[in-house]
């Protein structure tokens, strides 16, 4: 899903549509993009800043010991919000889960 920046925050390409278009590289004055990836890999899931749509981006090694942390803590808790949609992006399955199934 194509992500762009503006003010330090991505939106998905609907929520961007309203946002200041120029020719200027400065994500201040206008949006950049489009990025590929959900804005490209980063150290945790990425969400539209307006809507929360998950953006879908690849994750980095520490983005992928985080997700497994928040899927661990919602399979014991039921805690996390985006948990369940994020571990079947990624193909993480709580910690216990794997443990059982080798």
């Not at 925050?9 to 004055?29: M, Q, R």
Request: aromatic residues 12%; proline residues 5%.
């Amino acid at each position: 899903m194509d992500a762009y920046i503006f003010n330090t925050a991505l939106y998905c390409t609907k929520c961007a549509d309203g946002l200041p278009e120029s020719n200027t590289n400065d994500s201040e004055i206008s949006r950049q993009g489009p990025y590929a990836d959900g804005g490209g890999e980063a150290d945790s899931p990425q969400h539209c800043n307006t809507c929360g749509i998950f953006l879908k981006n690849p994750l980095t090694g520490d983005g992928r010991v985080y997700v497994q942390d928040v899927v661990d803590i919602h399979a014991l808790t039921g805690y996390g919000r985006y948990a369940a949609q994020w571990g079947e992006f990624y193909d993480i399955k709580p910690t216990w889960l794997t443990t059982f199934e080798e």
